[in-house]
Structure formats: C-alpha cells, structure tokens
C-alpha cells in the first residue's frame, strides 16, 4: 500500500513526503510496526476529514497527522501513532465504530473508543456533563494508558493552535480546563516537557497580562546574569572533571507558569524567589550522582530545608533525582538536580519513556508499575463517588503533584500530598485499615488523626473491627481516595437513619389516627407516589421530602374530602451551606476571626443558643475545641455561594503619586471589586490599609494577592485574619 495524493490544493509532494516522513520515524525505533496498517490510516484519514477545516483555515487532517507526530516524537507504538490519525473520525462521525474495528483490527477500534471526546453525552447541567465525560475518559485510560497519551497529545496540538480560536470565552474555558486536568495528569505519569508547554500556553490565556510581566521581569534577570549560567556551568564542571569524567551539566530558566505558581504558593514576591535557575548534573551511575551531591556541598553551603533525595525515594509517577538548593557563586541561589541519564529520560517523558526502555520481547505498554497506583486509586474513587461531580473534585484532588513521603512500620513507602494527615495514611495502605482506624502513632508517640504528616514520618495506624469512618475526618482528610471512603460511608449510614426516621414518622403518624401501622399498608400506594421500594419512601419521609399526612391520606383516601397526589418536591430552603445530619431552622454565622470564602476547607461549630458559625479549617479558633469534636460539624459549600464573597486584605502601599490608581487597577484587572477601604496607619513612606474586595471564591482572592505582589507600588499584601479596629 502507498500514499496516494487526495487533494491537488492541500497536499503537494512536500505533504506526501511529511506523511511518509511520520512513518520512516515509526519504523526507526519500533520495529513490530505494521506499515500497510499505517499507511491505511493516513489514507483513511485523509479522505473522511477531507470536507472538514479548522478554525485556522487548515484542513481538518493536519490536526491528527499532528498528533501522530507528537506520539512519534515520543517514540510511542505504532499502533498509539496509529490511533492517533483515526481519534476524531468516530466522533466526527466520518467513520463508524464497525469500520474502525473492520479495517484496523480491535485493538486499534478499542483504543479510538476510548480517546473519543464522548461529547454528546445528555446531561442537565455543562459541569455535569463535563465531569461525566471526566469519569468515563478516567475508565477508559485505567484500562491502557495508550489512551491517555494520545489524549494529552491531542490536547497539546489544540494549544499550540489555540490562538486561530476567535472566541475569547471559548479559549478561556479550553485553556482552564488545560490547567486543571490535562497538565496535572501529564505530571502524575511523569511527562513533565508535555506538562510545561501545556501549561504555558494555557498561562498566556487566562493570564495574559501577567505573564507579560513576569517575563519582562526574567528577562531583566537574564540580562543581568547574562554570564551567570555559562560561569556555574563552567565552575560546576571544573570541580566535577577530576572525580568523575562522565558527566553533562545543563543550566536552565523555570517556566514563567512555575515561578507563578512559587508565588501563589509561597506568598513570596518575585523578587525573593531563590532558584528562577535551576542546573542539572547528569552521571553515569548513581553511586556518581552521590559523588557528585558530596562535591557540590563541599563546594558551596546548602540552603537548610531545600534539600530532596527522589532517588532512594521516588515521587509516585517514577521521577528520580537529587534535588538541592545552595548559595553559589556571586552569593545567588541556585538549584542543582542530580540524576543519571536514564532517569532524565524517565523525567522528562514519564511512561512514554518506559516504553522506549522497555525489554525487547515485552507487551505493549498499558498499567506499568509508574502508573499502576494512579490508576488503581482512580478506580476505587470512581466506585467510591457519589455521581460524575463528586469524581471530579475528588480526582483533582488526587492529581495535583506536591508530596509527602511517610513510611509504614516495616518501611514500606506511602506517598500523599503535602497536609495528609494519619487518615490519609491509613486509606492508603489500606482500604480496610482506613476504615477500622482508631488512632495512630507517628515516630513512635501517639499523635491526634488531624495531625499534618512531614517528610519521613513513620505512621503506625491503630484499628479495631468495631470502628468505622467518622463524619469529623472529613475535616482532616485531603486525599481523593480518603474522602471518598468517608463520604461513601456517610451516604450508606445517613441513607439508614433517613429509612429508620422515616419508618418511624409514619408509625407515630398512625397512633395519632388511632389506626395500626404494618408494612403490607405502604404496597398499594408506591406506584401512585412513584417511589419504586418502600425504604426509599421512607428515607423521603426522613428526609422531610414527603409529608406523613399525605402519605396517610393515600392510604385511606374515604377518611379525606380531597383526594391528594403526594406531593414529592423538597420544603427544604437552601441556605447556601449544605449542613448534613442538622434540623432546618439552625442559624449560621460566618466567623468574623478568618473570613471563609468560598472554595476553602470550611468546618462549623456548634454554639449552643447562637447556632453554628463557619470557620476555614486552619482558623486559630478551632484550637480551643480539638478536645470537643462532638461540637464539630462537617460542611461543604453550596454552588450558589461561588459569588458575592467578601475577601478581606491588610495592604502595606509605598506613599507615591499613582500607587492608588496603580492598586485598584490591578484588583480590577483580575476581576475584584473593592467595596470598602480604610487606611489605618500613614507614614512619609507607605500606606498601611485594609480592604474589602468582592470575588468569586478563595482561589479568586488568591490570583488576586499574587497579581499584586507583582505591581512595585505594593510593599506587602496579606489576607487578613481579624476584625478591623
């Protein structure tokens, strides 16, 4: 088979030469490749995409020749090249599902199915469609990875062409979603190039102006350091030539996109970021890559804290390296990683680096070791989550990358996200040992469950069989995997209380008519009311959804003049705060000593005689009642409170002509909305204020903080944390 040209106006003997170019590199490093197969792709492709262009102008086919281009670059199997070319014909509906598995065989049909967009999926809200689709994409990528990385690889081309997109809102919202779930998934499998270009592009969307800034600011930088790199590398390479001969120094700039996240994180002004830097020292071996650790430190002074051995402890996607921050020439922070050739591969392109490393002989690439754990915990979140959003938001919580590396008692390794406490812990080891947890000991002592677990903790956990989840661990556990238990558990034990509360409203309901509740009575009635079991009607009962009465009245409908149909609509009033396990009628208070904005961990106490009042999970005012968790309450926030919040920030401003303007036009340009302002202290030098702000939720008053900590005319801003005087 040979590729044949389609169409005179698009596709010249340079397009035909391009495709054959895509297939001489398949065929360089795979050689299990099945050329017909492939060549049969590109022409399948061709001529169904044929009618179709792209928001560029392009025809449509340049998108998936595309993406078969990444994967190749990525020395990715012939077959994932080849369901690259074909990924959109079934959800164009240019090809069929039947044909796909007719012509390509059924691997090959599987795949495509799976990296299928499932756009058309009905559901009655966008965000739950999305997160449905979410859930679905999750299934089919636990069951070969091959999926995801074509899925990655697609989405990287549609942002390297996102600026032909003439709808602002339409890129914005690609380029969100770019940043919340496929950059942090090509980090979890280790694709950290893939990872920082997505990531990148997406920044120039959504933060358009800031980037501008930052750049001009690393460019400054560079133009001041214009000899720094080449003297480090230079200086690093003559210590390390007389001790070890094999050995590749690289020196590079962070990603604009990484400095601004250090900022968010950190709360730090550029200005004070250290490592903007960062040098790589590639060995032979890693019995060298220690060598060379020893030789760097002896050289210059380590920065305490900043020191981070991946190699004897890897992260959970596979990354592998010594990192280390130390003070070096001219006095500057620097960070120096240390890894051998090997595990630079590795890091840099996760598990389409093992399969270029792969033994010859071995199975195509599906659930290595590197992302075996990721995907196991996906699937139990998936069984766990009450419905596609609830995935969602645990998912993203299991995605994003910091981490803490903690250790069993037989010094097994159990990674989690920086602030897992012991429950975390314990759903990690164990499903089973997370819900029989009763305790735990960390290093040896006995320690609280709320306890933040630090780097190199060993966790004992301590269990009974008469245990089970707590409803207060929502409050402390941040892992998807932990909360999904827990919530799972609670939804079970509050859908029985709801079944026994309704039994019982309706048995009291009977002795106030002086008639005689039995099971048999509620039978006639469901198909009338709808409810397909009697515990469901029960539960509704318990749940205040139904009226007893009425429930009554169809029962005996000759002791009521009118005749009711059930009426099976709520009475309950949303209050914007979802209080699980709580009378309607309580009265809510936010708490004025830490202002809860929407989106931030929130947990309610109860006061007797005022109600319950609304603190953020890190409030100093819960301190006081770590020994009453009975007066704890486990809160979430309702979507309708993801607008109208009040963010309050103490403000230091240099006392200069236009910082004002300079002030309230960058809370502006990120969309906040100043509401009140009161200067407290002036001085020949600075303004010390506090301001009220009106923002969408706390990640909203967060861009907010780090946009200001990059205007000059702001000395120090922090969110506040007491009442004005």
């Not at 690259?84 to 059924?106: C, N, P, Q, S, W």
């Not at 019995?287 to 920065?303: E, F, V």
């Not at 921050?325 to 922070?333: A, D, E, F, K, S």
Request: a positive charge; glycine letters at 6%.
């Amino acid at each position: 088979m040979e590729l044949k040209k389609l169409n005179p106006k698009y596709e010249s003997q340079n397009n035909l030469n391009y495709y054959q170019g895509i297939i001489d590199k398949v065929s360089s490093y795979d050689p299990s490749i099945k050329k017909d197969v492939l060549i049969k792709a590109v022409n399948f492709s061709r001529e169904r995409h044929r009618e179709q262009k792209r928001d560029s102008g392009d025809p449509y086919f340049f998108h998936p020749l595309a993406v078969a281009n990444i994967l190749a670059d990525y020395k990715l199997d012939w077959i994932s090249v080849t369901t690259a070319l074909l990924h959109d014909t079934v959800e164009d509906e240019v090809a069929t599902r039947a044909e796909i598995r007719k012509l390509f065989g059924a691997e090959i049909a599987r795949l495509v199915d799976g990296v299928t967009k499932l756009s058309k999926i009905e559901a009655p809200h966008i965000e739950l469609r999305e997160a449905e689709n979410f859930r679905k994409f999750l299934l089919a990528m636990s069951k070969d990875i091959r999926v995801l990385l074509v899925k990655l690889a697609d989405r990287l081309h549609n942002m390297r062409t996102i600026t032909h997109i003439d709808s602002e809102d339409r890129r914005l919202k690609i380029s969100s979603e770019t940043l919340d779930v496929y950059a942090p998934l090509a980090a979890r499998i280790g694709m950290q190039n893939m990872r920082e270009e997505l990531e990148d592009i997406a920044f120039s969307q959504t933060n358009s102006s800031i980037r501008k800034s930052l750049n001009k600011r690393i460019i400054f930088l560079r133009s001041q350091d214009h000899e720094l790199v080449k003297k480090i590398i230079k200086e690093i390479k003559n210590k390390l030539k007389l001790n070890n001969k094999h050995i590749e120094i690289q020196g590079r700039e962070k990603s604009i996109y990484s400095v601004w996240k250090k900022m968010q994180k950190s709360s730090i002004a550029f200005e004070n970021i250290s490592d903007i830097y960062a040098f790589r020292i590639i060995c032979a071996n890693i019995s060298d890559c220690y060598k060379a650790l020893g030789i760097i430190h002896n050289i210059w002074p380590m920065i305490p804290g900043r020191f981070k051995d991946y190699i004897s402890t890897p992260k959970s996607n596979g990354y592998s390296s010594i990192h280390t921050n130390v003070i070096g020439p001219l006095g500057r922070p620097i960070e120096i990683q240390i890894r051998t050739k090997k595990m630079h591969e590795l890091n840099e392109y996760g598990v389409a680096a093992h399969w270029y490393y792969k033994e010859k002989g071995s199975l195509p690439i599906k659930l290595n070791t590197v992302s075996l754990n990721l995907f196991k915990e996906f699937s139990e979140i998936i069984g766990n989550s009450s419905g596609a959003a609830d995935l969602l938001s645990h998912t993203k919580m299991e995605m994003y990358s910091d981490q803490v590396f903690c250790f069993t008692p037989k010094g097994e390794v159990i990674t989690m996200p920086k602030s897992a406490t012991p429950i975390d812990f314990a759903f990690a080891v164990h499903s089973q040992l997370g819900e029989t947890c009763v305790g735990c000991k960390i290093n040896g002592r006995s320690a609280p469950l709320q306890t933040i677990l630090s780097n190199g903790d060993q966790v004992e956990i301590l269990r009974t069989n008469g245990q089970s989840p707590q409803p207060v661990w929502l409050n402390y556990a941040v892992t998807g995997k932990a909360r999904s238990y827990i919530n799972k558990f609670i939804r079970e034990n509050d859908k029985i209380e709801f079944i026994k509360l309704g039994r019982s409203i309706l048995e009291n309901s009977f002795i106030l008519k002086n008639k005689q509740f039995h099971d048999k009575l509620i039978d006639p009635i469901l198909k009338q009311t709808g409810f397909k079991s009697k515990r469901s009607l029960f539960m509704a009962l318990g749940k205040a959804e139904v009226n007893s009465e009425e429930v009554i009245t169809l029962i005996f409908p000759n002791k009521s003049k009118n005749n009711k149909t059930l009426n099976l609509s709520t009475n309950k009033k949303d209050k914007g705060i979802s209080l699980k396990g709580l009378k309607p009628g309580v009265a809510i208070h936010m708490g004025e000593c830490c202002y809860p904005l929407f989106g931030e961990r929130i947990v309610g106490l109860m006061t007797e005689g005022k109600g319950i009042t609304i603190h953020t999970f890190d409030c100093v005012t819960l301190e006081r009642f770590t020994d009453n968790p009975e007066l704890w309450v486990s809160l979430t926030w309702n979507k309708k409170n993801s607008e109208n919040n009040i963010g309050r920030l103490n403000i230091i401003l240099t006392n200069k002509k236009g910082s004002l303007n300079s002030l309230t036009q960058t809370i502006a340009e990120f969309g906040g909305n100043i509401t009140n302002l009161l200067v407290n202290k002036r001085s020949d030098d600075f303004f010390q204020m506090s301001l009220d702000i009106e923002v969408n939720d706390a990640k909203h008053l967060n861009e907010i903080i780090t946009g200001l900590r990059t205007n000059l005319s702001v000395y120090e801003v922090n969110r506040a944390k007491e009442k004005y005087n």
